[in-house]
């Protein structure tokens, strides 16, 4: 199981971290990225990290703004989100990046970007 937290209301152009934590098994085997989905958006993938944290990728629209991080020794990951948007408002959610080793979705974490 993946639990995301760390969300919340912030204003255009501040900083939020969220985190993930995995229970039930080492996340240290998967690949792994952030995805979030907006009011009458589809899901979408963010950013993702490979198992040893030595390689990442962003999605445009978060580039140069969000930073992903694993720690396998916490069986942890977090998401940086500096300068955001309203934009980036959305439910957050950590996972496998491959459909096939995923866990269920659970809830997300709540971001919300507003003045």
């Known amino acids: 199981q993946l639990q995301a937290s760390g969300g919340g209301l912030v204003q255009p152009g501040g900083s939020l971290t969220l985190s993930c934590a995995a229970s039930?098994?080492?996340?240290?085997?998967?690949?792994v990225g952030w995805f979030r989905q907006g009011p009458t958006k589809e899901r979408e993938g963010v950013s993702c990290?490979?198992?040893?944290?030595?390689?990442?990728d962003y999605a445009d629209s978060v580039k140069g703004r969000f930073t992903i991080n694993r720690d396998n020794a916490k069986n942890t990951m977090s998401l940086q989100m500096n300068g955001l948007k309203p934009e980036d408002t959305a439910v957050y959610y950590c996972?496998?990046?491959?459909?096939?080793?995923?866990?269920?979705w659970g809830q997300g974490t709540q971001v919300t970007v507003s003045s």
């Open positions: 996972n496998a990046i491959v459909p096939d080793l995923r866990s269920p």
């Open positions: 039930g098994f080492t996340l240290d085997r998967f690949v």
């Open positions: 990290i490979t198992t040893s944290g030595g390689t990442t």
